[in-house]
């Protein structure tokens, strides 16, 4: 079975800075995808960035990029020019491509606390 | 339309009660999630259903019991809950195709508190 493994539960970073979220996972496939969600205080789930196993190239959207190391099984998110809206609790998550409804496994989450 | 709804935000009922949490979206996803989270937790998987056919159902106590009555509609009926299922309840739905990584949209949850 596949398990994600988030080692930092709680993370601070200074306003404008830049801070990396770890993320680990284990699987047998050689293709699938890994996400980054992010949940406010308001606890409305919200996507932050994709990356297919398949691809080499690191996925960026704007402030946000990933460090995907496939042979590690690593899947880290950096946040550059931190915000104070970035506070939130951050889920890793995997997923089988092509599954039809096969849901996504997460990891235990790491809260964010941005200073101003 | 590229969101999912749920209502009520928030709901309290005592353990003899029987009460009904709903979702819906219009986005033509034929995979709808119901998910348990509790307080600084990852959400929970509760049941997934796949063209209105309950596919997964993660061992779940019957007092929680899912109703799919169309594509755009997810219900979940409660009854004889007891303090500890007082969580957040959060729906998401993706579309089921071969060919994309099929984005999992969640709702904003319901807020439930068993007395």
């Known amino acids: 079975a596949q398990t994600v493994t988030q080692s930092q539960p709680e993370m601070s970073v200074q306003e404008a800075e830049t801070v990396t979220l770890s993320c680990t996972y284990d699987t047998s496939e050689s293709d699938y995808y890994l996400f980054w969600y992010k949940q406010p205080p308001s606890r409305q789930m919200i996507l932050v960035i994709r990356q297919e196993a398949y691809k080499q190239q690191n996925a960026t959207e704007n402030r946000f990029s990933v460090n995907f190391q496939k042979a590690a099984k690593s899947f880290s998110l950096k946040i550059s020019d931190s915000q104070l809206g970035d506070a939130a609790m951050y889920f890793c998550?995997?997923?089988?491509?092509?599954?039809?409804?096969?849901?996504?496994?997460f990891g235990k989450g790491t809260r964010l606390s941005v200073i101003a | 339309d590229t969101e999912v709804t749920q209502t009520p935000k928030h709901l309290v009922m005592g353990m003899t009660n029987k009460k009904s949490l709903k979702c819906e979206q219009h986005?033509?996803?034929?995979?709808m999630y119901w998910y348990k989270q509790k307080a600084k937790k990852p959400p929970e998987l509760m049941f997934v259903y796949s063209y209105e056919k309950l596919s997964i159902n993660e061992s779940v106590p019957s007092r929680f019991s899912p109703e799919c009555p169309n594509s755009s509609l997810l219900n979940l009926h409660l009854h004889a809950l007891q303090p500890e299922d007082s969580a957040l309840y959060l729906c998401?739905?993706?579309?089921?195709?071969?060919?994309?990584?099929?984005?999992?949209?969640f709702g904003p949850g319901t807020r439930l508190t068993v007395l």
């Open positions: 998401a739905s993706r579309p089921i195709l071969r060919s994309s990584y099929n984005e999992q949209f």
């Open positions: 998550a995997y997923r089988k491509p092509h599954s039809g409804n096969t849901p996504l496994v």
């Open positions: 986005m033509g996803h034929r995979a």
